[in-house]
């Protein structure tokens, strides 16, 4: 049984990893260092993974086999490139942080935010080392993939 303590300490820890994360692909979006979108990525990384410093697969079901396929794919390629990969829930809270960039898009359509790539080694993302250090611990905890819940606000 874990001590009330440590789960809390836990708890806390994900909720600030959580908010790291969120800060940084805001960030990433506004620098143009955010490649969304699972074919989008897909390609990226094909064309570009040196460029890649994390990989953020987003769902909130389970049940849709061909996205778990697609992820199955993209983690397979991240762990053989060495690069991090976070699993995150909370679609909505992605939808809200990074919504449509997109004036002229409808409203009702949205943007494929399953996965994204934080790209651009060079550019300063000052939650990059958070978020990595997070993954790092979660691997050391035999977690292959790292993950996270985003909070509704």
């Known amino acids: ?3 009330e303590e440590s789960f809390l300490s ?4 994900m909720h600030a990893v959580g908010l790291a994360l969120e800060e940084l692909l805001v960030t990433a979006q ?3 260092c955010l490649t969304v979108g699972i074919y989008e990525s897909a390609k990226h990384l094909n064309t570009d993974p040196d460029s890649v410093v994390l990989c953020v697969l987003a769902a909130d079901d389970a049940d849709d086999v061909a996205l778990q396929i697609h992820f199955t794919l993209l983690q397979s390629f991240c762990c053989e490139s060495g690069l991090t990969i976070l699993r995150v829930s909370g679609l909505r ?6 919504g449509s960039a997109d004036a002229n898009r409808n409203q009702e359509e949205h943007r ?3 996965c994204m790539l934080v790209t651009n080694p060079q550019a300063d993302h000052c939650r990059l080392q958070e978020v990595g250090t997070y ?18 606000r």
């Open 93 to 98: 809270r992605l939808q809200q942080l990074l």
């Open 10 to 13: 836990v708890e806390n820890r």
């Open 1 to 3: 049984m874990i001590p």
């Open 112 to 114: 494929d935010l399953h």
């Open 30 to 32: 506004k620098q143009d």
């Open 135 to 152: 993954c790092q611990e979660s691997r050391r905890r035999d977690q292959w993939v790292p993950e996270l819940v985003l909070q509704e």
